[in-house]
């Protein structure tokens, strides 16, 4: 399995508390990733890094924010959690698609979190 | 329209079946398409990659695009309980660096059944 850990696996909050959620890997992969994962959606990323202090949005990025300090680390925060963004969240990490890697995304095992 | 578009099921199917899973897909320029499998409270692996058309084999599995009906396909023969998942299909346009522009299926949940 690729070395990634999500935590908090679990965490239940309130509407309007702040919330971060970190992935660790030690694959020393480029790019890490935040997807939401929710029935009827399927998984949209929400932000990604492509090198430390180096991130973009994806399609869903609104209410959230990311930062990478290391190449190890990348944190999803919520400043002020919703219940619309109650649902799992993966972490995953790749490299470069190349003639000799396909850029296989590795996923974590996610994070179930639930704003009431 | 949603760019991929892929039946979320539930498919429930006796062991040794054949299962056909498919995703549909508006954009002609994604050129990658990639099927990953996600068990219950898992996060997905890559099960199957290919490039532009054609058929892809691996044991039991096998992928195939046919791009001019934009349209690609995941088989499973002589179906297992342990292939019960949920498949998303992926697919993207750029070669090279990040996937961010990687756009996921949402999924078809697959039960095989003993």
């Known amino acids: 399995d690729a070395g990634i850990t999500q935590s908090p696996r679990h965490k239940v909050t309130e509407t309007g508390t702040p919330v971060t959620l970190r992935c660790h890997q030690t694959?020393?992969?480029?790019?890490m990733y935040w997807y939401r994962q929710d029935p009827g959606h399927g998984l949209r990323l929400i932000h990604y890094?492509?090198?430390?202090?180096?991130?973009d949005k994806g399609e869903v990025s609104d209410g959230y924010s990311v930062s990478r300090s290391k190449t190890e680390d990348f944190l999803l925060t919520l400043e002020s959690a919703t219940s619309s963004q109650t649902s799992v969240y993966f972490c995953?990490?790749?490299?470069?698609?190349?003639?000799?890697?396909?850029?296989?995304?590795?996923f974590g095992e996610g994070s179930r979190l639930t704003v009431l | 329209q949603k760019e991929v578009e892929q039946d979320p099921g539930p498919l429930s199917v006796p062991e040794g079946a054949i299962v056909s899973l498919n995703c549909t897909y508006s954009n002609s320029a994604f050129q990658y398409f990639m099927w990953y499998r996600q068990y219950s409270r898992k996060g997905p692996e890559l099960l199957m990659y290919t490039y532009s058309s054609g058929n892809k084999e691996d044991g039991r599995f096998t992928a195939q695009v046919d791009k001019s009906s934009k349209y690609i396909s995941l088989f499973i023969r002589d179906s297992q309980p342990s292939d019960s998942a949920t498949y998303l299909c992926?697919?993207?346009?750029?070669?090279?660096?990040?996937?961010?522009?990687?756009?996921f299926g949402k999924g078809t949940k697959l039960s095989v059944k003993p």
């Open positions: 890094s492509y090198g430390v202090k180096d991130t």
């Open positions: 992926a697919m993207s346009v750029h070669y090279g660096g990040s996937q961010g522009n990687l756009i």
């Open positions: 694959e020393n992969h480029r790019y």
């Open positions: 995953a990490i790749s490299e470069s698609m190349t003639s000799g890697n396909t850029g296989e995304l590795f």
